[in-house]
């Protein structure tokens, strides 16, 4: 991946710095004996579009051939188009690209990076055979699979694959992606977790992430080198029905520092990449109903400004308007933002973030359960999981996001946190507060906290949330009571990091705990007796998720 920056956003190919500048030219064509050459009588496909990662090029209409200029630094692949499909290898990696690095990667990278390619075939042809597509269709999401050892490879194909496999048997899921941190950090761990992942049987995208890296290169240019060698591009696009994916590494790598050490990581996009998503854009703004997707590692809310960010300064018109969302990981957390920013004319829009739930949810930390996998909580004190995207003209935006709690039916979307057993009568005043609370007793008297805490798996700010108290013995009620989202820490979470923190459970997690939280205090009206707590919640896709906790009221 090269850092250029580019004035002129075209079409046509671009001249690239760098040396050894050559002309590549090839077919994308239909391989209709699947041999993956070109026959002579096979169709060539006109109007294909086709990248070096800066210009975006159409197959002509006369002789079906495109043409670019390439250095010995560049990846050359096809954008793929709707209705057709690129081939894929046995664990689903689209192999819709082709390498030109003639010299190789840098020579001493730990994990290999890319063998010398030597010079340009005479041509660089990409056969696709007929793959129609409907526009209602799923994806399937992982954030951050990142096993560190085998051991943790392992953890993911058990906790996992196996009801993954599932939907997609009963499902049309038209492929899977995952969100960076593919491994943690030991590149030879892509091998196997590829493996299992292929176990899917259906196609796979990869995005980069800080993770992924080679360490031991002194910029960010090498340091997708052995990600090349096993994904391909880094950046780039895959369309499916009327939904173009736009695949970006916004990990911007500082260089290993001059003792050794890893170094450090930003969120952006070089000029480069921004030139191609620009040029990709333009190449498909005549299709006024097809929209986008953007997908990538490092959430959109470290861009100082998400469309600038993606695009630069020079932002396609309707671009913004087109896109429909975008996806991220990398936060070990699950969250859902409608983030302010521009469009093209400089108007106030907003554009919604995704945060995808991590498989690995704590990096596979926590107590082993009776399988052997860490509970691996994520620090929002949600479950690890994966999500399904739904595209469908027909619903409300065009999609919908649904969280699959890993080894938890699809009804278990969140959890109520509450006292056991309370006192009847009253609440605890804030004189009882300061009386109850030292250095050696933190807590409230015992039967006097009365707060109600519901963490939802995939709430947000748009959700409408409700509880209600019925009396078990009497079956009185109380009227449903709408609650605010505000900002806190997951009570069973900080559970949890309480017992790590006394030696009295294994490692589980670190960092920002912050997550969205729904509270509200247990009237003191209520008799004593047996209670269900009821909460439901109707999420911004009008999907009602539903839970209930007893508790007890004594006299």
Known sequence: MKTIALALVCLAPLAHAGDGLRTVTGRVF???????????????????????????????????????????????????????????????????????????????????????????????????????????????????????????????????????????????????????????????????????????????????????????????????E?????????????????????????????????NGRNGGY??????????????????????????????????????????TGVFGEEIPEHAPQRILLSVGAHWHKHADFMLQTRDARGNETTHHHIVNVTTSGSWWQGQPDEYGIPHTMMRDGKPNGWSVLTFDPELPHQYEIRYKAARKPWTDQLHIHAPDSVVAGRMLTE?????????????????????????????????????????????????????NAEIGTDPFWARLKDLEEKGEAPKMTSGNSDAWLWYDEMPETLKPGSYTIEVRETNRYGHVHTAKRIVRVTE
């Open 30 to 224: 239909h391989d209709a004996n699947a041999n993956g050459l070109f026959d002579a009588g096979e169709k060539r496909l006109v109007g294909a579009l086709v990248s070096n990662g800066r210009d975006v090029v159409r197959t002509d209409a006369d002789t079906g051939m495109y043409t670019l200029t390439v250095d010995d630094d560049d990846i050359v692949f096809l954008c793929k188009p709707r209705g057709w499909m690129v081939p894929t290898d046995g664990n689903g990696l689209p192999q819709h690209y082709y390498l030109h690095k003639p010299n190789g990667s840098p020579e001493g990278l730990k994990f290999g990076g890319v063998e010398p390619t030597g010079p340009l075939p005479e041509y660089v042809d990409f056969p696709v055979v007929p793959a129609p597509e409907s526009d209602r269709f799923s994806v399937i999401l992982f954030g951050d699979p990142q096993p560190y050892t085998i051991d943790q490879v392992d953890h993911f194909k058990n906790d996992i694959m196996p009801e993954v496999l599932r939907y997609i048997e009963n499902n049309r899921v038209a492929f899977g992606t995952t969100l960076g941190d593919i491994v943690g950090d030991d590149l030879d761990l892509f091998a196997p977790l590829n493996d299992v992942i292929g176990a899917a049987g259906i196609p796979w995208l990869n995005v980069y992430g800080n993770h992924d890296m080679d360490f031991d290169v002194d910029n960010n240019d090498d340091a997708d």
């Open 226 to 258: 052995t990600f090349n060698r096993v994904y391909g591009p880094t950046t780039y696009a895959y369309q499916v029905g009327n939904i173009h994916f736009v695949v970006m590494d916004n990990v911007m790598y500082e260089g290993q520092r001059d």
């Open 431 to 483: 004189q009882d507060l300061a009386d109850s609370r030292s250095v050696d007793n933190p807590q409230p008297l015992p039967g006097h906290e009365r707060t109600v805490t519901i963490n939802l798996w995939s709430g947000s700010q748009l959700s409408k949330v409700e509880v209600r108290y019925v009396h078990v013995q009497s079956g009185d009620t109380t009227a449903w009571k709408m609650l």
């Open 266 to 307: 930003s969120c952006g996009l070089t000029d480069e990449q921004q030139t191609f998503i620009r040029n990709y854009f333009y190449a498909t703004s005549h299709l006024p109903d097809d929209r986008y997707v953007l997908l990538m590692h490092i959430p959109a809310h470290e861009f100082d400004d998400v469309i």
